[in-house]
């Protein structure tokens, strides 16, 4: 996931601030777990509305979708990896294997 001056540098080109204090709050290490849990983004949301403003809860929602991205593209890329092997592996005309996007 990205780390935390990566966060604030797209927040900046989104928004022309950091929000550093943002960043550092969802990604404390005593509650990391917990502010990235999407199930709570609304509460975490209005935590940092009430302390920094609305835009800076859209940027608590970038953060986590930012997260959520880097993430899945980590293990999708593993998944794909793994399965272009596979299908390689039962293919005795290589030329003849499919392409996967």
């Known amino acids: 996931m990205p780390e935390i001056p990566e ?10 601030k950091e929000y550093l ?10 509650h990391k777990t917990e502010r990235h849990d999407i199930t709570k983004i609304l509460e975490s949301a209005a935590i940092i509305t009430e302390k920094y403003g609305a835009e800076a809860a ?12 880097r993430r899945f593209s980590k293990h999708l890329a593993a998944h794909h990896e793994g399965v272009t092997d596979t299908i390689l592996y039962f293919t005795s005309n290589k030329s003849k294997c499919p392409k996967l996007p």
């Open 21 to 30: 204090e943002v960043h550092q709050w969802v990604d404390h290490p005593d």
């Open 7 to 16: 966060h604030a540098a797209a927040s900046k080109a989104r928004t022309g």
């Open 58 to 69: 859209q940027e608590l929602v970038h953060h986590i979708a930012e997260d959520i991205t």
